[in-house]
């Protein structure tokens, strides 16, 4: 039976029952000063109600100040200042002149000692809580970089940021700065080309440039990518017809029928409108060297050049082949040929110009690189431990033939962790069963870890490029109506 207080009661007898002594038999500690109100006492919010003209009096000038920010009212004692000097509000204390206050406040009320302040009431919540508290915290809906402009306006230092809020703080300034670094390059070399398209050739290059890198800039580079990324598919088709089982004999006879020729014209005309493709971003590249290590631009060159070294073997292995002997230098001919014609599916990649989801994936991919380390290293321990132990209990209990040694038992563990499981080695004892299943958990929980920080990280990475999407839209559409308005005229 629980006890209840009563009305007069200070006690809260709630948590006490007759049913069992032992909720009486609570730890005694020695008595010591009571902290209640400490912290209201350092500063609280004002009632818009309560008249400050009225309750003001002389004496409490020296002890307390009135902070209106943004149409809210707080109370501070000018002790709670005091750990704060170099604050904005901590100057404070050391005005003597109305000239001097006015330096620091947006305004100044005499009669009620009451400071005013034009700023975001509610990212000075958090600056007060700093300066009742000190503990200095990010709101997760307010913005990082009004959030710094506030810390620089009120003197506070971001060092003092706890350091789970920190971690986030300083990751949305570096996104922030990396992001205004590539707006500048962008304003700058269109302000240089502006300054030079004066001349016909130069305002080729510039039409040129946005129909190959910019699809949204007008007809002619949405034309342009959509032929790019039909090549692609009908390069992608070609490739897998190729490799049927009629064709593949029919090379190996060096017999090329219609079909085979077929083939070859389509993928010639593919690879042709490839290499006029990628001539014409080298023409328009401002910058050579940077084109060419552009990791785009590297896969290009990987995937068109197998077609023209491939003609370049054919031609010289004709003409130099040497009947009766040289048997071994056509299989390795004919073994580089395979290789090259395999780099071809290198074309898919061309897709990432054109597709905001894999650059997406790829700008993921090299964000977390530290995630998937540590899921690599997880894997790696993991397989470390229960492949030699599954190797252990199959070999002595069962004799089994399938776990012949500890490398072999390795593939085991990868394909169980992963599961996959393709079946071709299964435990057969029943501790190895245990230890499969032990595995199987494990692999599921190890590959579970990094996965949420890479989900956040894809969402992160996708909101970013889809932002920049629209502000270079916004750009192109900015500079194509002067130059209509101009042209018009």
Known sequence: MTLLAGDSSDYDYSTLSCASDTSFNHIIYNETQSLKGVFYNRAHLISPQKDLFGSALPGDRKHQVVINVGGIKYILPWTTLDGFPLTRLGQLRFCQTFDEIMKICDDYDVTSNEYFFDRNPGAFRTILTFLRAGKLRLLREMCALSFQDELLYWGIEDDNLEWCCRRRYLQKIEEFAEMNAIEEDLVEGEMLVDLVESSKCNRFMTQLRDMVENPQSGLPGKIFACLSVIFVTITVVNLSISTMPDLRAEEDQGICSQKCYNIFIVETVCVGWFSLEFVLRFIQARSKFVFLRTPLNIIDIIAILPYYITLLVDHTSAENGKPGGGSSYLDKVGLVLRVLRALRILYVMRLARHSLGLQTLGLTARRCTREFGLLLLFLCVAIALFAPLLYLIENEMVSSHEFTSIPASYWWAVITMTTVGYGDMVPRSIPGQVVALSSILSGILLMAFPVTSIFHTFS??????????????????????????????
């Open 460 to 489: 992160r990475s996708y909101v970013e490029l889809k932002q920049e999407q629209q502000r270079d839209q916004r750009r192109l559409q900015f500079m194509i109506k002067p130059k209509l308005q101009m042209n018009n005229m």
